[in-house]
C-alpha cells in the first residue's frame, strides 16, 4: 500500500495518545479523505462501498489503542494496519455471505458520508452503550422462569393436584434446559469477548513453516504453513475456547473441567481428550476436521445439532451448514500435511500449485494460463520444496524454468510431432 497519511503534528497526537476526543476529531477529520482513499484500495473496486465504514473502524480501533503509541510514525503505522484489517474482514464477511454468487450490485449506491457527517457517525459508535450480552441472558432467564412460575400456581388453582403435578414436573424440566442453553450461550459469549480483547494471545506460521506449541492447559497444538491461532490470556482456566485461521493438529490435554474447543469461521468442534485435526484457510469453500484418536462433537452456527465425529472419521462442513462425511481419499487430500506429505488425487495443476506455494513458500507461475488444466495425481513429502516441482513437472508433462527476475516458470515439455508428409512418387 502506498504512503497513506501525512502524519499529525506532535501536539495534535499528544492529545491524542492522552485520549482527548477533540484530537480524535481532528485527525479523523483531516486524514478522512485519505483514509477513504485507500481503504478503497485495501477492499478493491467491487467493495468499494464499504470504504467509509472501513475507514470509521479503523479509526476507532486506533482509538481503542492510543495509549500503545510512543511516536507519531507508529499511530501512523498504526492506522494503516488497521485499514488493511478492516478491509480484509470485510473481504471475508462479503466471501461469506456470497459465496459461488456474484456481488450484488445493488449495494454499491451505498452513499459515502461527508467529512461532517463521518465525524458525527464516528461519535455516535464511540459513546453508543455495549450491549451487555450475559446481562441479557440473564434477564431473559429471568423472566422466563418467573413466567413458569405463575403458570404452575396458576394451574394449580383451577383443579385437583394431578394436572399440576404433571405440569409442574413439564416447568421444571422446560427450566432446566433453558439454564443449560443460557450456560452455554453465556459461556460462548465470554469465549468470544476473551478471544476479542486486547491481551489475546496470537501464535502464527508463515508461509514454508510449521512448528509445535504448547498450550496452557497441557495441551498441544502443531501448526501447519501459513496460519494463524488465537487464544483468550486466560486460556486453559475457565475459558478453553481458541480460534483458528489455517490448520492444525491438537492433542488435547485430558480431566479437565472445561471442553477444549476450536473456533474456525463459523464452525465449532469440541473435545475433551483426543487428537484430531481442523482445517479452515479464507479460501477454502469448506472447513475440514479429522479426528485421530477420541471423538469430537461438531456444528455449525448457521445450523442446529451437531455430529459426533470419532476416530479414524473425518467430514466437511460446508458455508450453509451443511455436513458431509469424508472417504479415506478425501481424508488424505485435506489433511496428509500432518504425516509430513501432500496428496493429490486427479487434481489440476492450478490447484495444486498454490498448495506447494504454501507448503514450500514456493513462488512459481504458469508460462500458459491453459496448463493449469492439466490434472495430476502424486503424493509430496514437505522435505524438499525442489523434489516437489520436479514430482508436479513431471506428472504434468512440465519443464522447469526461470524468467528474467529469476522467478520460476513452468512451460508445456510436450513436443508436438510433426505431421507426415507423403513422398511424391
Do not use: C
Request: glycine share 6%; no cysteine.
Amino acid at each position: 500500500m502506498a504512503d497513506l497519511l501525512q502524519p499529525p503534528d506532535v501536539t495534535q497526537f499528544r492529545a491524542f495518545t492522552a485520549g482527548d476526543e477533540h484530537a480524535l476529531i481532528r485527525i479523523y477529520r483531516t486524514q478522512y479523505d485519505a483514509l477513504l482513499a485507500h481503504a478503497h484500495e485495501a477492499l478493491g473496486p467491487e467493495l468499494a462501498h464499504f470504504r467509509a465504514r472501513v475507514a470509521q473502524q479503523a479509526m476507532l480501533s486506533t482509538w481503542d489503542h492510543r495509549g500503545r503509541y510512543e511516536t507519531v510514525e507508529a499511530l501512523t503505522s498504526a492506522l494503516e494496519a488497521a485499514i488493511r484489517d478492516e478491509a480484509a474482514m470485510q473481504r471475508r464477511k462479503h466471501a461469506a455471505l456470497h459465496h459461488g454468487t456474484r456481488s450484488h450490485a445493488s449495494l454499491s449506491h451505498i452513499t459515502i458520508p461527508s467529512a461532517d457527517d463521518a465525524v458525527d457517525q464516528l461519535l455516535m459508535k464511540l459513546h453508543a452503550t455495549p450491549t451487555d450480552h450475559t446481562e441479557a441472558l440473564n434477564e431473559t432467564m429471568a423472566a422466563k422462569k418467573q413466567h413458569a412460575a405463575a403458570h404452575v400456581q396458576s394451574v394449580a388453582t383451577a383443579g385437583g393436584w394431578q394436572k399440576p403435578a404433571v405440569l409442574l414436573v413439564v416447568a421444571a424440566a422446560v427450566i432446566v434446559v433453558l439454564m443449560r442453553w443460557v450456560d452455554a450461550s453465556s459461556e460462548e459469549v465470554a469465549a468470544t469477548q476473551a478471544l476479542a480483547a486486547e491481551n489475546a494471545r496470537t501464535v502464527s506460521s508463515a508461509r514454508g513453516q510449521r512448528g509445535n506449541v504448547t498450550l496452557n492447559d497441557g495441551s498441544t497444538a502443531r501448526i501447519g504453513s501459513d496460519s494463524r491461532l488465537t487464544m483468550p490470556a486466560e486460556f486453559g482456566g475457565l475459558v478453553r475456547t481458541l480460534e483458528l485461521n489455517g490448520t492444525a493438529m491438537f492433542t488435547v490435554a485430558p480431566a479437565q473441567d472445561q471442553p477444549f474447543v476450536v473456533r474456525a469461521r463459523d464452525v465449532i468442534v469440541s473435545a475433551t481428550g483426543t487428537v484430531f485435526t481442523v482445517r479452515a484457510f479464507d479460501e477454502d469453500s469448506v472447513v475440514y476436521v479429522g479426528v485421530d484418536e477420541g471423538s469430537v462433537t461438531v456444528r455449525s452456527r448457521t445450523v442446529r445439532g451437531e455430529t459426533a465425529l470419532p476416530a479414524g472419521k473425518a467430514l466437511r462442513v460446508k458455508r450453509d451448514g451443511s455436513v458431509e462425511m469424508l472417504d479415506e481419499a478425501s481424508r488424505q487430500l485435506a489433511l496428509a500435511w500432518v504425516h509430513d506429505t501432500l496428496v493429490f488425487t486427479d487434481a489440476p495443476v492450478k490447484q495444486v500449485l498454490p498448495e506447494l506455494g504454501r507448503w514450500f513458500d514456493l513462488q512459481a507461475a504458469l508460462a500458459d494460463p491453459a496448463l493449469g488444466d492439466r490434472t495430476v495425481s502424486l503424493r509430496v513429502g514437505l522435505e524438499s520444496s525442489g523434489e516437489a516441482l520436479r514430482m508436479l513437472a513431471a506428472a504434468a508433462r512440465l519443464s522447469v524454468g526461470f524468467d528474467q527476475d529469476d522467478k520460476v516458470v513452468l512451460r508445456d515439455s510436450v513436443v508436438a510431432t510433426p505431421p507426415l508428409v507423403k513422398k511424391r512418387r
